[in-house]
């Protein structure tokens, strides 16, 4: 820290460098499939979509295009491939014959189990090595760096 108890150019420098390291391996982990039990490989959209249709029974196509920061085009082209792998089902909304809803199938909802368990198995790494306030830090600087980025 400096005078003004601001951090040295040197510090910002490495946070600086840190963050786009950070971005860079999280564009390399966007290319590769993880696999998620019976569900077989999964591309980080696909589980992402699998996980914001989530187990509530079903999603509008709209609503999930909205909850995923994306358009009703791009949010088509992956409940397709979803839907080719079984884990999701589309179905006319009961009230309104134009919208159609999302919802996940038995295999689908053990993807969304898998990977709800690696989040899991994060934070209890996580709680090894960092207090409950570091902890807390470490969200609020997530969500501070989720909000500068535009989400």
């Not at 910002?12 to 499939?33: A, D, F, T, W, Y």
């Not at 509008?60 to 409940?79: F, H, N, P, W, Y």
């Amino acid at each position: 820290m400096n005078k003004n108890n601001q951090p040295s150019s040197d510090k910002v420098n490495s946070g600086s460098r840190n963050l786009g390291r950070l971005i860079m391996q999280l564009r390399r982990l966007e290319r590769h499939p993880k696999s998620f039990g019976k569900a077989g490989l999964l591309t980080p959209s696909e589980i992402h979509t699998i996980e914001a249709i989530g187990c509530e029974g079903g999603i509008l196509m709209s609503e999930l295009a909205v909850r995923l920061s994306v358009t009703k085009g791009a949010v088509t082209q992956i409940v397709v491939r979803l839907e080719a792998k079984g884990l999701v089902t589309r179905s006319t909304h009961p009230h309104d014959s134009r919208a159609i809803v999302i919802s996940l199938t038995e295999i689908g909802r053990e993807a969304f189990k898998a990977h709800e368990d690696v989040h899991d198995k994060f934070y209890d790494q996580l709680r090894t090595q960092l207090s409950k306030q570091e902890i807390e830090i470490f969200e609020k600087c997530i969500d501070k760096l989720i909000e500068s980025l535009g989400g």
